[in-house]
């Protein structure tokens, strides 16, 4: 089953490597295909960055994502470039710190950059809280996988912060779906 | 051991390279080429290699060349406008019978264009872009894997025909990242050693002479200007200029019918889709939507030469579709081998064709 992932927010955020994480945990530790792109334009350093993963069981094709079934937005300009057209089958993630808009499709709020400032020190692991209730909320790749491919591409010395911050996402996001 | 990757195109096209044996890369940097100088900038002194960053193209593809008379490896990597200043002394490789891989990672153009998107504008220019005439080979890639493969493939072939081999990627295709398999070894061709005694630009039936390497204890002249089989300028005679040039054209497309790299699906069916890079993954996928349809596929891993002798594998075919990054450069020289009708299906911008434009054109024709 063919899975379209979009990731957005603004540059400097980790938009694109949450989505090469994520492709990561699919290909090296589920035994999936996995397909990253992202846009790549002077746009991402500042302005609102885009980057897109395709999973599936079987090889992968057309590698463009065309309607995503799962979006991941971290700002508010994010969504309102790259999320507000998600359709009503759509699941999204938000940042509730960074985007104020809700969409129309099925959503889930995580607070991942209050939660990454005021629990665990650094704004720069909020992205990584959002991979984790991504992989809680959708079970798109295993928890082990994740886990794995998150230790691979942080810098040596941050891994603890990172798995800490991981494991706060599914936290996050098991409470906002059992609300 | 052999490993799996998740990898982006430009990073295989790298580690291809290092694999085949390249060990000098000279090039100046340019969107969407970067991640390869990046990466051969890391890994080649490592490996005992050599890494420079030139001033600009001219002086990288010159960087290359005199590298290459070393006996070495050696690769430069570019887009469309590093491209264009590099195409002189493409010539020079040419006429000098220099190995060596140039990789055009393409962008939208003419001139600065669109450094960010992709295209597949330089299809023509890699292969007429020079001036005079010759003949090239180059490769095109449609997938992560195939940065790794097509790069060893290109080292291989430029050793075996002493000659500049191109990889002609696109933007998708080198900035995408996906499952990449790298094997423990792979195929290397090394060029033929000059023959003490032979004459260091006479060739046998092959039509390629042996390469007497600086440093190895030969005196040779490298020029240019058309030479003799001594590599001695002789530019006044028409009959030496005929045969020389005749000789590096003859290497080349003497043998397109057998070096020629491609994949055919469904061979008997009346509408055949061509393609090469990043069009054949949407064409792929229109074929996989509807098997039913009975949709020919013929994907050129190998553009140049154009070996036409395929075109007749599609016996029942009676048109074929081009979906092409330009304004149809591939589906001019299908025109020019094949009575049958030829559809081009131009895309410029930077996106990629949807599997629902390609699949209309299929319906309209039926």
Known sequence: MRHEIRFSGFGGQGIILAAVILGRAAVMYDNKYAVQTQVYGPEARGGASMSAVIIDDEPILYPKVATPDIYVIMSQEGFEKYGIAATGEAQMLVDSTLVHSRPSCHYIEIPATREARESLGRDIVANIIMLGALVAATGIVSRSAIEKAILDSVPKGTEGLNVKAMTRGFELAEEAISR | ?366
């Open chain 2, 1 to 366: 051991m052999t490993r799996t990757e998740f990898m982006q195109g430009n990073t295989a096209c790298a580690e291809g390279a290092l694999a085949a044996g390249c060990r000098f890369f000279g090039g100046y940097p340019i969107t969407p080429s970067t991640e390869i100088a990046e990466h051969m900038a890391l890994r080649l002194p490592k490996m005992g290699g050599v890494f420079i960053q030139m001033e600009d193209e001219i002086a990288s593809i010159a960087a290359v060349i005199g590298a290459s008379w070393t006996g070495a490896m050696a690769m430069t990597a570019t887009s469309g406008p590093g491209f264009s200043l590099m195409m002189e002394n493409i010539g020079y490789a040419v006429m000098t019978e220099t190995p060596c891989v140039i990789v055009n990672v393409q962008r939208g153009g003419p001139s600065t264009g669109q450094p960010t998107l992709s295209a597949q504008g330089d299809m023509l220019q890699c292969r007429f872009g020079s001036h005079g005439d010759y003949s090239v080979i180059a490769l095109s890639p449609a997938s992560v894997q195939e940065m790794f493969d097509l790069t060893v493939e290109a080292f291989n072939l430029a050793e075996r025909f002493r000659s500049p081999v191109f990889l002609m990627a696109d933007e998708i295709i080198g900035h995408m990242r996906e499952r990449v398999i790298i094997p423990d070894h792979v195929p290397s061709n090394q060029r033929k050693p000059y023959e003490p005694g032979s004459l260091p630009f006479r060739a046998g039936e092959d039509l390629v002479p042996g390469f007497p390497a600086f440093g190895k204890g030969y005196g040779v002249h490298v020029t240019g200007l058309t030479h003799d089989e001594r590599g001695y300028p002789c530019a006044t005679s028409p009959k030496l200029h005929e045969d020389l040039v005749k000789r590096l054209v003859g290497k080349v497309e003497g043998a397109r019918g057998s070096i020629t790299s491609c994949d055919i699906l469904n061979p008997d069916a009346e509408v055949v889709f061509v393609s090469y890079g990043a069009p054949s993954r949407t064409v792929q996928q229109v074929l996989h939507d509807h098997p039913d349809d009975n949709i020919g596929h013929l994907r050129l891993k190998m553009v140049w030469p154009f070996a036409e002798m395929v075109l007749a594998r599609f016996t029942n075919a009676e048109a074929f579709i081009v979906p092409e990054q330009n304004l149809g450069q591939i589906a001019r020289e299908i025109e020019r081998h094949t009575d049958k009708d030829v559809v081009t299906v131009p895309k410029l911008g930077g996106d990629l064709h949807t599997p629902g434009e390609l699949y209309a054109i299929v319906e309209n024709l039926k």
